[in-house]
């Protein structure tokens, strides 16, 4: 009998652990297609009977529809009742906007407000839109005061009204110190579901404390300790609370040197820490070193989602507010700004080759040979300020390393120039035989690189010098501007050199 040695043993273990997670995303995406289908059969029987009831005889119509109504209503309800919300917004997101409306109708008053956090910002829009101020201010009255902030954006004033009428003091002074912060800092993503502590208190103390308050908020890794002043003096990990003897004091087993974030801190530098240091809350504070609130990783994973959709639909000129379920003319004027953009750019492109109209048909391999230069331009580009716009996003360029990298780019492109020159040129020769036509086609690819990664490098730099996003635009501008300049140096360099 053979003997499994332990290296082998671990790798078996690993192996088994990746099946049952690639099963568990099976199982959970089967899970939702499953229960998706479910819910549209529902809503079109749903559909399917009401017509029926509108073509028979036409007493009763009205109590019949009545009755079927409700039954349906209890069927969605007991159908999204055990979901988990993000599972019953993932459903809602995949509807139609009138089998949405008709799901909503049926299971909002049974559904908290977490619901309408999970929904994509579209979705929220249209659900909000069809709600009763009345019926918005109960669903937020089930929420916390940071989640509720959340919603604000997408609330009527008369909602809010009434959702701070609800408000204790000490309530709304939180929803306003929150919304006071714009989207990007870390006042605007904190939350008060925290435990503070005294730091002249033992453990025993804190443990029957704790055990007296019967639930701790979610994600509580950490304790806060914090002065007569509210002012944080350090804090203590619930691992060091168990491990620690009863009788020490507090002072004896808290860390004071953790990290902690300012409420004006960019909330990007507070992801990449919560990367860094592996981190599931942590303190947020003001100048004078008092606790605010703290932030969690939950926060930090929406804001992280979010902030990637955004830069995507950005980058693909689309309006973060558009649904798929949406409707065509409200799709379309959403994507309407940069197709307008792209066809000025486009037009552009072609004056350029209208002026060498004239080359192209004395030498027609040129128009075949053209648009290789402007897509290995916009390749290239791409590649380049892709990387730039990440590397700007993670905090890695900045006043010390920004000359070494734009080195290192042009240095890249030059060799990737060369390089990519001598394979057209290569290809070219070996289909048109043309000595003079290959050499113009090597150079007029190394240009063309060379004006790509300068455009891929210098588009993001200033945008975020400036203070703008990096992102927005990049991609178009790019493309316009290394397709006109391919065509314009590979036509330029035939019009000196081929063209007698």
Known sequence: MGVISGSETSLIIKEWQRTMQSSEKINSAQFLEHQLQEVITLLEKQQLERSLVHRGPGANHELVEAMLQNQHQVRLQEKFAPLHPADTAFILESLSLDQREMAWDAIKTQLDGQVLLEVSDAVRQTLISGMA???????AGKLNTDEIADLAADLPKRTMLKILRSLNGEERKHLNAILSYQDNKVGALMDFGMITIRDDLNLKAIIAFIRKLGKLPSHTDKLFVVDQHNVVQGILPLQRLLTHLPSKQVA???????????????AAEAARAFERYDLISAPVIDNEGKLQGRLCVDNILDFIREKTDEDLLIQAGV????????????????RWGWLIINIGTAFAST??????EDIILQLVALASLMPIIAAMGGNTGNQTSMLIIRSLALGHINSSNIARIIKKELTLALINGLFIGFILGLLSMLLYWDVALSVVMAVAMLINLLVAVIVGLGIPLLRHKFGKDPAVGTSVILTAITDSMGFFIFLGL??????K
């Open 319 to 334: 309006g973060e507010e558009e649904d798929l379920s949406s409707s065509v003319w409200k799709s379309a004027r959403n």
């Open 351 to 356: 004056r350029i080759i209208g002026v060498f």
């Open 494 to 499: 035939a019009s000196l050199f081929l063209i």
């Open 252 to 266: 004896d087993v808290m860390v004071t040197d953790f990290i902690r974030f300012q409420v004006d801190q960019e």
């Open 133 to 139: 101020a009345e019926e918005l201010a109960t669903v």
